[in-house]
Protein backbone atom coordinates (compact mmCIF):
# COMPACT_ATOMS: atom_id res chain seq x y z
CA UNK A 1 0.00 0.00 0.00
CA UNK A 2 1.58 3.66 -0.46
CA UNK A 3 0.82 6.02 1.98
CA UNK A 4 -0.95 9.17 -0.97
CA UNK A 5 -3.41 11.78 -0.34
CA UNK A 6 -4.41 11.67 -4.19
CA UNK A 7 -5.01 7.94 -5.39
CA UNK A 8 -7.89 5.86 -4.50
CA UNK A 9 -7.33 1.73 -4.74
CA UNK A 10 -9.22 0.42 -7.68
CA UNK A 11 -12.94 -1.19 -6.19
CA UNK A 12 -13.08 -5.31 -6.05
CA UNK A 13 -15.95 -6.82 -6.16
CA UNK A 14 -18.16 -7.94 -3.26
CA UNK A 15 -17.36 -11.82 -4.62
CA UNK A 16 -13.86 -11.08 -4.80
CA UNK A 17 -13.76 -8.78 -1.54
CA UNK A 18 -15.94 -11.84 0.46
CA UNK A 19 -13.15 -14.63 -0.98
CA UNK A 20 -10.40 -12.69 0.79
CA UNK A 21 -11.60 -12.07 3.78
CA UNK A 22 -12.74 -15.08 4.36
CA UNK A 23 -9.25 -16.39 3.46
CA UNK A 24 -8.02 -13.60 6.02
CA UNK A 25 -9.69 -14.45 8.79
CA UNK A 26 -8.92 -18.14 7.90
CA UNK A 27 -5.37 -17.75 8.19
CA UNK A 28 -5.91 -15.14 12.03
CA UNK A 29 -7.14 -18.83 13.28
CA UNK A 30 -5.20 -21.85 14.35
CA UNK A 31 -4.24 -23.82 11.33
CA UNK A 32 -2.47 -26.66 9.55
CA UNK A 33 -0.02 -24.42 7.87
CA UNK A 34 0.10 -26.10 4.06
CA UNK A 35 -3.55 -26.52 4.03
CA UNK A 36 -4.00 -23.19 4.52
CA UNK A 37 -0.99 -22.46 2.02
CA UNK A 38 -2.84 -23.84 -0.20
CA UNK A 39 -6.01 -22.10 0.73
CA UNK A 40 -4.85 -19.20 -0.65
CA UNK A 41 -3.59 -20.34 -3.84
CA UNK A 42 -6.77 -22.36 -4.62
CA UNK A 43 -8.43 -18.68 -3.72
CA UNK A 44 -5.95 -16.93 -6.06
CA UNK A 45 -6.75 -19.53 -8.84
CA UNK A 46 -10.57 -18.75 -8.51
CA UNK A 47 -10.90 -14.70 -8.28
CA UNK A 48 -8.29 -14.65 -10.89
CA UNK A 49 -9.47 -17.06 -13.05
CA UNK A 50 -6.23 -18.95 -13.16
CA UNK A 51 -5.26 -22.11 -14.58
CA UNK A 52 -3.21 -22.92 -12.08
CA UNK A 53 -1.41 -21.49 -8.93
CA UNK A 54 2.48 -22.16 -6.79
CA UNK A 55 3.95 -21.28 -3.53
CA UNK A 56 7.82 -20.87 -3.43
CA UNK A 57 9.22 -20.68 0.39
CA UNK A 58 12.60 -19.00 0.90
CA UNK A 59 15.06 -20.52 2.73
CA UNK A 60 17.30 -17.87 4.32
CA UNK A 61 19.73 -19.95 5.46
CA UNK A 62 20.07 -22.02 1.91
CA UNK A 63 19.77 -18.48 0.18
CA UNK A 64 17.22 -20.52 -1.82
CA UNK A 65 13.65 -21.03 -2.97
CA UNK A 66 11.64 -24.40 -2.54
CA UNK A 67 7.90 -25.04 -4.16
CA UNK A 68 5.39 -26.68 -1.98
CA UNK A 69 2.16 -26.02 -2.89
CA UNK A 70 1.63 -28.24 -5.45
CA UNK A 71 3.36 -31.03 -3.65
CA UNK A 72 5.94 -32.43 -6.04
CA UNK A 73 8.12 -35.11 -5.33
CA UNK A 74 10.92 -33.85 -5.16
CA UNK A 75 10.56 -30.71 -4.69
CA UNK A 76 11.70 -28.14 -7.27
CA UNK A 77 14.34 -25.81 -5.95
CA UNK A 78 15.45 -22.47 -7.56
CA UNK A 79 18.49 -20.07 -6.14
CA UNK A 80 17.58 -16.93 -4.58
CA UNK A 81 17.87 -14.59 -7.62
CA UNK A 82 17.37 -17.41 -10.51
CA UNK A 83 14.12 -17.97 -12.97
CA UNK A 84 11.11 -15.31 -12.42
CA UNK A 85 10.13 -16.28 -8.60
CA UNK A 86 14.17 -15.29 -7.49
CA UNK A 87 14.21 -12.69 -9.55
CA UNK A 88 10.47 -11.45 -7.90
CA UNK A 89 12.04 -12.51 -4.12
CA UNK A 90 15.21 -10.21 -4.94
CA UNK A 91 13.35 -7.32 -6.46
CA UNK A 92 10.87 -7.77 -3.74
CA UNK A 93 8.41 -6.34 -6.83
CA UNK A 94 5.66 -8.16 -8.84
CA UNK A 95 6.80 -9.38 -12.16
CA UNK A 96 4.12 -9.82 -14.44
CA UNK A 97 4.61 -11.70 -18.05
CA UNK A 98 2.18 -12.35 -20.62
CA UNK A 99 4.24 -15.10 -22.45
CA UNK A 100 6.53 -17.15 -20.13
CA UNK A 101 8.76 -18.79 -22.73
CA UNK A 102 10.32 -15.48 -24.71
CA UNK A 103 11.43 -14.20 -21.52
CA UNK A 104 14.54 -15.32 -20.97
CA UNK A 105 14.34 -15.17 -16.75
CA UNK A 106 11.72 -18.05 -17.23
CA UNK A 107 13.25 -21.53 -15.68
CA UNK A 108 11.39 -24.38 -17.32
CA UNK A 109 12.10 -26.59 -14.54
CA UNK A 110 8.88 -27.13 -13.17
CA UNK A 111 7.10 -27.73 -16.94
CA UNK A 112 9.54 -29.94 -17.70
CA UNK A 113 9.27 -31.87 -13.96
CA UNK A 114 5.30 -31.61 -14.48
CA UNK A 115 4.42 -31.60 -18.04
CA UNK A 116 2.64 -28.70 -17.39
CA UNK A 117 2.95 -25.45 -20.37
CA UNK A 118 3.46 -22.23 -18.90
CA UNK A 119 2.00 -19.33 -20.35
CA UNK A 120 1.04 -16.22 -18.82
CA UNK A 121 2.49 -15.60 -15.06
CA UNK A 122 2.13 -13.50 -12.17
CA UNK A 123 4.29 -13.22 -9.65
CA UNK A 124 4.09 -11.73 -6.52
CA UNK A 125 6.22 -11.30 -3.60
CA UNK A 126 5.93 -12.53 0.08
CA UNK A 127 6.79 -10.19 2.26
CA UNK A 128 6.84 -10.46 6.38
CA UNK A 129 6.96 -7.35 8.81
CA UNK A 130 9.68 -4.95 7.61
CA UNK A 131 9.55 -6.40 4.10
CA UNK A 132 11.40 -9.50 5.10
CA UNK A 133 11.54 -11.80 2.20
CA UNK A 134 9.01 -14.99 2.90
CA UNK A 135 8.64 -16.49 -0.27
CA UNK A 136 6.90 -16.00 -3.94
CA UNK A 137 3.14 -16.41 -5.02
CA UNK A 138 2.60 -17.66 -8.61
CA UNK A 139 -0.79 -17.32 -10.83
CA UNK A 140 -0.28 -19.44 -14.18
CA UNK A 141 -2.47 -18.94 -17.53
CA UNK A 142 -5.34 -16.67 -16.83
CA UNK A 143 -8.12 -18.05 -18.63
CA UNK A 144 -8.94 -15.13 -20.94
CA UNK A 145 -6.08 -13.00 -21.72
CA UNK A 146 -3.29 -12.11 -19.29
CA UNK A 147 -3.22 -10.76 -15.98
CA UNK A 148 -4.15 -7.25 -15.65
CA UNK A 149 -3.61 -3.91 -12.61
CA UNK A 150 -7.09 -5.28 -10.82
CA UNK A 151 -5.39 -9.22 -10.81
CA UNK A 152 -2.14 -7.63 -9.35
CA UNK A 153 -3.55 -5.95 -6.24
CA UNK A 154 -6.20 -9.06 -5.57
CA UNK A 155 -2.60 -10.90 -5.46
CA UNK A 156 -0.50 -8.48 -3.66
CA UNK A 157 -3.56 -8.59 -0.93
CA UNK A 158 -3.63 -12.50 -1.29
CA UNK A 159 0.14 -12.33 -0.80
CA UNK A 160 0.81 -10.17 2.17
CA UNK A 161 -1.71 -12.15 4.27
CA UNK A 162 -0.17 -15.19 2.89
CA UNK A 163 3.14 -13.94 4.32
CA UNK A 164 1.87 -12.68 7.26
CA UNK A 165 0.51 -16.19 8.26
CA UNK A 166 4.09 -17.97 7.81
CA UNK A 167 5.61 -15.66 9.69
CA UNK A 168 2.78 -15.97 12.44
CA UNK A 169 3.11 -19.91 12.28
CA UNK A 170 6.94 -19.43 13.10
CA UNK A 171 6.69 -17.48 16.01
CA UNK A 172 3.69 -19.78 17.06
CA UNK A 173 6.07 -22.88 16.98
CA UNK A 174 8.44 -20.77 18.92
CA UNK A 175 5.72 -20.45 21.91
CA UNK A 176 4.89 -24.01 22.01
CA UNK A 177 8.38 -24.41 22.42
CA UNK A 178 8.83 -22.31 25.63
CA UNK A 179 8.24 -23.92 28.81
CA UNK A 180 6.57 -20.94 31.01
CA UNK A 181 3.54 -18.91 30.68
CA UNK A 182 5.66 -15.43 31.23
CA UNK A 183 7.73 -16.62 27.88
CA UNK A 184 4.87 -17.01 25.88
CA UNK A 185 3.19 -13.81 27.03
CA UNK A 186 6.53 -11.72 26.33
CA UNK A 187 6.48 -13.43 22.60
CA UNK A 188 2.39 -12.84 22.20
CA UNK A 189 3.04 -9.10 23.41
CA UNK A 190 6.00 -8.90 20.69
CA UNK A 191 3.89 -10.10 17.55
CA UNK A 192 0.50 -7.87 19.01
CA UNK A 193 3.21 -4.91 19.38
CA UNK A 194 4.52 -5.53 15.90
CA UNK A 195 1.31 -4.60 14.64
CA UNK A 196 1.01 -0.97 16.04
CA UNK A 197 1.97 2.18 13.56
CA UNK A 198 5.84 2.68 14.64
CA UNK A 199 5.44 6.38 12.76
CA UNK A 200 2.58 8.80 13.08
CA UNK A 201 1.27 9.56 9.32
CA UNK A 202 1.21 13.11 8.23
CA UNK A 203 -1.96 14.79 7.43
CA UNK A 204 -1.43 18.33 6.43
CA UNK A 205 -3.32 20.68 9.48
CA UNK A 206 -3.70 17.65 11.95
CA UNK A 207 -1.37 16.56 14.93
CA UNK A 208 -2.05 12.81 15.66
CA UNK A 209 -0.87 10.79 18.20
CA UNK A 210 -1.04 7.16 19.13
CA UNK A 211 -0.11 5.13 21.71
CA UNK A 212 -0.45 1.71 23.57
CA UNK A 213 0.99 1.15 26.96
CA UNK A 214 0.25 -2.85 27.99
CA UNK A 215 -0.10 -4.03 31.34
CA UNK A 216 2.23 -7.58 31.86
CA UNK A 217 -0.16 -9.90 29.78
CA UNK A 218 -0.75 -10.19 26.30
CA UNK A 219 -4.17 -8.40 26.05
CA UNK A 220 -7.22 -7.18 23.19
CA UNK A 221 -6.05 -3.29 23.04
CA UNK A 222 -4.53 -2.21 19.40
CA UNK A 223 -5.00 1.44 17.49
CA UNK A 224 -4.45 1.99 13.66
CA UNK A 225 -3.59 5.45 12.04
CA UNK A 226 -3.10 4.85 8.57
CA UNK A 227 -3.69 7.18 5.05
CA UNK A 228 -5.84 4.85 2.53
CA UNK A 229 -6.62 6.64 -0.43
CA UNK A 230 -7.18 10.25 0.43
CA UNK A 231 -8.72 9.65 3.56
CA UNK A 232 -6.84 9.59 7.23
CA UNK A 233 -8.34 5.69 8.68
CA UNK A 234 -8.99 6.08 12.40
CA UNK A 235 -8.97 2.93 15.14
CA UNK A 236 -9.25 2.23 18.28
CA UNK A 237 -10.34 -1.65 19.38
CA UNK A 238 -10.08 -3.48 22.70
CA UNK A 239 -11.36 -7.13 23.19
CA UNK A 240 -13.07 -8.77 25.89
CA UNK A 241 -10.37 -10.87 27.85
CA UNK A 242 -7.35 -11.42 28.52
CA UNK A 243 -4.09 -13.20 26.99
CA UNK A 244 -3.09 -14.69 23.63
CA UNK A 245 -6.38 -14.97 22.48
CA UNK A 246 -8.01 -11.43 22.54
CA UNK A 247 -4.73 -10.52 20.99
CA UNK A 248 -5.14 -12.71 17.84
CA UNK A 249 -8.97 -11.83 17.99
CA UNK A 250 -8.13 -7.77 17.98
CA UNK A 251 -5.22 -7.98 15.33
CA UNK A 252 -7.65 -10.61 13.46
CA UNK A 253 -9.83 -7.43 13.03
CA UNK A 254 -7.17 -4.42 12.10
CA UNK A 255 -5.74 -7.40 9.34
CA UNK A 256 -9.45 -7.31 7.81
CA UNK A 257 -10.30 -4.21 8.16
CA UNK A 258 -7.24 -2.86 6.10
CA UNK A 259 -7.41 -5.70 3.38
CA UNK A 260 -10.87 -4.68 3.44
CA UNK A 261 -10.20 -1.23 2.64
CA UNK A 262 -7.55 -2.03 0.33
CA UNK A 263 -9.48 -3.64 -1.96
CA UNK A 264 -12.14 -0.43 -1.84
CA UNK A 265 -14.45 -1.36 0.56
CA UNK A 266 -16.18 1.86 2.11
CA UNK A 267 -16.84 2.63 6.17
CA UNK A 268 -20.14 0.54 5.85
CA UNK A 269 -19.16 -2.25 4.05
CA UNK A 270 -16.08 -3.07 5.74
CA UNK A 271 -17.73 -2.67 9.28
CA UNK A 272 -20.67 -4.92 8.00
CA UNK A 273 -18.44 -7.28 6.39
CA UNK A 274 -15.53 -7.91 9.28
CA UNK A 275 -18.45 -7.35 12.30
CA UNK A 276 -20.39 -10.27 10.66
CA UNK A 277 -17.51 -12.52 9.80
CA UNK A 278 -16.31 -12.33 13.69
CA UNK A 279 -19.81 -12.87 14.69
CA UNK A 280 -19.42 -16.20 13.16
CA UNK A 281 -15.83 -16.81 14.47
CA UNK A 282 -15.61 -15.54 18.12
CA UNK A 283 -17.30 -17.64 20.77
CA UNK A 284 -20.39 -16.24 22.27
CA UNK A 285 -18.93 -15.20 25.53
CA UNK A 286 -16.07 -12.62 23.42
CA UNK A 287 -16.46 -9.33 21.42
CA UNK A 288 -14.61 -6.72 20.33
CA UNK A 289 -15.70 -2.74 21.09
CA UNK A 290 -13.76 -0.55 18.12
CA UNK A 291 -13.99 2.86 17.45
CA UNK A 292 -13.33 2.91 13.20
CA UNK A 293 -13.47 5.86 11.09
CA UNK A 294 -12.29 7.92 8.58
CA UNK A 295 -10.82 11.63 8.52
CA UNK A 296 -11.72 13.81 5.04
CA UNK A 297 -8.96 16.41 5.48
CA UNK A 298 -10.08 18.81 3.11
CA UNK A 299 -13.76 18.94 4.68
CA UNK A 300 -12.14 18.33 8.16
CA UNK A 301 -14.88 15.52 8.71
CA UNK A 302 -14.72 12.11 10.68
CA UNK A 303 -16.99 10.04 9.66
CA UNK A 304 -17.34 6.47 12.07
CA UNK A 305 -19.40 3.91 13.42
CA UNK A 306 -18.24 2.96 17.09
CA UNK A 307 -19.19 -0.45 17.94
CA UNK A 308 -19.32 -0.81 21.86
CA UNK A 309 -16.10 1.76 22.13
CA UNK A 310 -16.76 4.97 24.15
CA UNK A 311 -16.60 7.51 25.59
CA UNK A 312 -15.59 9.39 22.67
CA UNK A 313 -14.44 12.76 23.41
CA UNK A 314 -14.91 15.74 20.77
CA UNK A 315 -12.88 18.71 22.68
CA UNK A 316 -14.13 22.16 21.35
CA UNK A 317 -11.45 24.68 21.14
CA UNK A 318 -14.08 27.48 20.54
CA UNK A 319 -15.85 27.11 23.84
CA UNK A 320 -13.80 24.84 25.31
CA UNK A 321 -16.06 22.50 25.47
CA UNK A 322 -16.49 19.11 26.17
CA UNK A 323 -18.55 16.82 23.50
CA UNK A 324 -19.23 12.81 25.00
CA UNK A 325 -20.72 11.18 22.23
CA UNK A 326 -21.94 7.42 23.12
CA UNK A 327 -21.17 3.91 21.17
CA UNK A 328 -23.29 4.21 17.87
CA UNK A 329 -23.63 0.82 18.10
CA UNK A 330 -23.36 -3.02 20.11
CA UNK A 331 -20.00 -4.26 19.94
CA UNK A 332 -18.37 -6.16 17.17
CA UNK A 333 -18.79 -9.49 16.39
CA UNK A 334 -21.39 -9.98 19.07
CA UNK A 335 -24.61 -10.32 16.22
CA UNK A 336 -24.63 -10.76 12.53
CA UNK A 337 -25.65 -7.14 10.81
CA UNK A 338 -27.97 -6.94 7.74
CA UNK A 339 -27.16 -3.42 7.38
CA UNK A 340 -25.81 -0.43 8.90
CA UNK A 341 -26.87 2.64 9.80
CA UNK A 342 -24.92 5.98 8.24
CA UNK A 343 -21.62 6.76 10.60
CA UNK A 344 -22.30 9.88 12.62
CA UNK A 345 -20.07 12.62 11.38
CA UNK A 346 -17.72 15.05 13.61
CA UNK A 347 -16.60 18.09 12.25
CA UNK A 348 -13.26 19.27 13.35
CA UNK A 349 -12.90 23.28 13.45
CA UNK A 350 -9.88 24.47 14.36
CA UNK A 351 -7.89 23.88 17.63
CA UNK A 352 -10.34 20.70 17.81
CA UNK A 353 -9.24 17.45 19.45
CA UNK A 354 -10.57 13.70 19.28
CA UNK A 355 -9.66 11.94 22.00
CA UNK A 356 -10.32 8.15 21.83
CA UNK A 357 -9.24 6.30 24.76
CA UNK A 358 -10.20 2.69 26.40
CA UNK A 359 -11.13 2.02 29.57
CA UNK A 360 -7.78 1.33 31.15
CA UNK A 361 -7.55 5.18 31.41
CA UNK A 362 -11.14 6.23 32.31
CA UNK A 363 -11.47 2.79 34.88
CA UNK A 364 -7.95 3.09 36.21
CA UNK A 365 -8.72 2.74 40.46
CA UNK A 366 -7.30 4.57 42.84
CA UNK A 367 -6.15 2.66 46.16
CA UNK A 368 -9.96 3.55 47.52
CA UNK A 369 -11.21 1.77 44.26
CA UNK A 370 -12.47 5.21 42.53
CA UNK A 371 -11.91 5.11 38.93
CA UNK A 372 -10.04 8.28 37.08
CA UNK A 373 -13.69 8.84 35.10
CA UNK A 374 -14.32 11.35 32.42
CA UNK A 375 -14.60 14.49 34.36
CA UNK A 376 -10.67 14.05 35.16
CA UNK A 377 -10.11 13.59 31.20
CA UNK A 378 -12.28 16.90 30.24
CA UNK A 379 -10.58 18.88 32.96
CA UNK A 380 -7.36 17.80 31.34
CA UNK A 381 -8.30 18.51 27.84
CA UNK A 382 -9.63 22.02 29.45
CA UNK A 383 -6.34 22.84 30.67
CA UNK A 384 -3.62 21.05 28.28
CA UNK A 385 -5.57 21.18 24.83
CA UNK A 386 -2.89 23.76 23.47
CA UNK A 387 0.21 21.12 24.15
CA UNK A 388 1.23 18.67 21.11
CA UNK A 389 -0.80 15.61 21.12
CA UNK A 390 2.09 13.51 22.15
CA UNK A 391 2.50 15.75 25.09
CA UNK A 392 -1.05 16.02 25.68
CA UNK A 393 -1.05 12.01 26.17
CA UNK A 394 1.57 12.40 28.71
CA UNK A 395 -0.19 14.43 30.84
CA UNK A 396 -3.43 12.11 30.81
CA UNK A 397 -0.81 8.67 31.93
CA UNK A 398 0.95 10.25 34.46
CA UNK A 399 -2.68 11.90 35.56
CA UNK A 400 -4.35 8.30 35.86
CA UNK A 401 -0.44 6.53 37.64
CA UNK A 402 -1.14 9.74 40.03
CA UNK A 403 -4.65 8.88 40.63
CA UNK A 404 -4.22 5.40 41.40
CA UNK A 405 -1.41 6.27 44.20
CA UNK A 406 1.01 3.46 43.24
CA UNK A 407 -1.56 0.61 42.21
CA UNK A 408 -0.53 -1.26 39.26
CA UNK A 409 -1.96 -0.89 36.08
CA UNK A 410 -4.55 -3.71 35.80
CA UNK A 411 -5.90 -3.03 31.98
CA UNK A 412 -4.06 -2.16 28.90
CA UNK A 413 -4.29 1.31 27.89
CA UNK A 414 -4.29 2.85 24.51
CA UNK A 415 -4.80 6.12 23.73
CA UNK A 416 -5.73 8.05 20.05
CA UNK A 417 -5.79 12.15 20.03
CA UNK A 418 -6.47 13.92 16.65
CA UNK A 419 -6.24 17.67 17.08
CA UNK A 420 -7.02 20.26 13.85
CA UNK A 421 -4.09 22.94 14.23
CA UNK A 422 -5.61 26.75 15.05
CA UNK A 423 -5.46 28.82 12.47
CA UNK A 424 -5.79 25.81 9.48
CA UNK A 425 -7.97 26.24 6.71
Partial sequence: MTDS????????????LARILDVTQQLAQPFNLMNMLAEVVEAGESVL?????????YDAARQDLTMRIPEVKPAPRLPAGEGLVGQCLSSREIINVANAYSDPRFSKTVDQLTGYKTRSVL???????????VGVLQLLNKHAGVFDESDELLASTLAAQCAVALQRAQLTEALMLKERLDEEVTLAREIQMSTLPTEMPRVPGYDLHGRFV?????????????????????????????????????????????????????????YRHVNNQLAEDLPDDRFITAFMGF?????????????????????????????WHRPTSFP???????????????????????VLLS?????????????????????????????????????ILNAAYEHGEGVSQQDDITLVLLKRLPGED
Fill in 214 to 270: PTGQAGGDLFDLVILGDELFILLGDATGHGFGPALSATQMQAMLRVAFRCGASLDEA
Fill in 359 to 395: DGIYEYESKQGVQFGEERVARLLQYHHRLPMAELSKQ
Fill in 295 to 323: LAPKTHEIRFHSGGQGPILHFRAADESCE
Fill in 5 to 16: LAVAPPRLSQDA
Fill in 123 to 133: NVPLLGWEMQP
Fill in 332 to 354: VGILELEYCDKPQVLNMDPGDVL
Fill in 49 to 57: SADKGSLWL
